[in-house]
């Protein structure tokens, strides 16, 4: 099924291979690379699955590498770009985290995995658990280098840098802890007038235990949680009412849940495997506010007739106690546009760096900031120079524009942990328990 499997860098470099079938030249890597790096349809960022020289490339990116896997054959695109996204979790799970750094550092061990995974190009195992007991080698974790004692969420969904493997094995001291992320993507449409006319959430509660003995764990949702949505004589679709109820349209459980309390109680009770694993994966279409509202206002130059002056209002509707970090707003422009310069402004107070980028190939202005205190207004005064003088055709052609953030300790669908509870009869187990909350763009669409 799978020709080749390989890791590469973002520069290119090959730091892990796998020729399972030996069907597909040995620079396979090398076309992929140059493929991805010089991708100029329409000016975007090369799709998962392409095909060169009757060759089929997949490859998901993680953190700071790419995962691709190679075949001629006519295979399922999900199925291999799912088993990428469980190799990088096995990755996560046994070296800690994955980067360049920690696959180099741990060649061996992963080596090791991938040869239990994948048998001649077949999938065969894909738990962290069960391949424990055909891993030999020990692993190298990096140290972290956040020093705060509570790690951080990056754009993965836990960020935990730590082995499933006992650390007594390795010689070190075994902490036991226990990390519940609640981890929402968010997809919102909006009309040219800053309505919004789609909403959705995808959400998953992510569990990654290091507790001794595996012992069971009980875990607590909000008590107003409603799940299902019912329709009325009209054909229309609604959630099931309640005042101040989270509503969920669906959900599904991993296969260790007991059920037994959830009618009842809203509790959750499982024995964690090793691993990062979603505990739970749920889906709502609620009315929820979203994070932030985008506004534009395009003017007339009256000293040049072939100049447009451009504004870019962003505001963040969330609490001014939260932030939101690496937020990114993409302005496609049109090409009338020959060339433009950009001024900041910020209405409130000052709330991280922010930068601009125009990249002229793919016709788009990217405004970035490192972090967004909630509560605060930014405007961006673009000055736009275009080839015709006709402001009409700027207003024609910009748009729609698209938002990538991550908002920690943020929840779009008030989805909480009420408590978690270690079923363990010994007053003196104390583990740490972590419960963190992350909010990231899946499609942000502003329409102007």
Sequence with gaps: MISQFYILSLRGDTIILRDYLGNVPKRSSEVFFRKVKFWDKEGGDAPPVFSVDGVHYLHVRDASVLLVATTRENVSPSLILELLKRIAGIIKDYCGLLSEEAVRKNFLLVYELLDEVIDYGYPQNSSSEALKEFVLNDPTVLRPRNKSSVPSIGKG???????????????????????????????????????????????????????????????????????????????????????????????????????????????????????????????????????????????????????????????????DSKAAAGLEVVCPLPHEVSRLSCEHHTEVKPSGSQSWDWQERARRLVWKFKRVQGGTEHVLKVRVTLEDGHTAALKRGLGPMNLQFTIPMYCASRLAVRYLQIMKNDPKYQPYRWVRYVTMSNSYVIRT
């Design 157 to 319: 969904p836990t960020g935990v840098i730590k082995s499933v493997l006992d650390t007594n094995r390795t010689g070190g001291a075994k902490r036991d802890e226990i990390f519940v992320d609640i981890v929402e993507k968010i997809s919102c449409t909006f009309n040219a007038g800053g309505i919004l006319q789609t909403s959705q959430v995808d959400g998953s509660v992510q569990v990654k235990s290091y507790l001794t003995g595996n012992p069971a764990i009980s875990l607590a949702l909000n008590e107003n949680l409603a799940i299902g949505r019912r329709e009325d004589g009209h054909g229309h679709s609604h959630s099931i009412p309640g005042a101040e109820a989270v509503m969920l349209d669906d959900c599904n459980f991993h296969e260790s849940v007991s059920l037994d309390r959830f009618e009842t109680e809203r509790a959750l009770t499982l024995v964690p495997p090793d691993g990062e694993f979603a505990v739970m994966n749920y889906r709502s279409t609620s009315n929820f506010k979203p994070p932030f509202k985008v506004y534009t206002i395009i003017e007339d130059d009256p000293h040049a007739p072939a100049k447009a002056v451009l504004f870019i209002k962003l505001r963040a509707e969330f609490a």
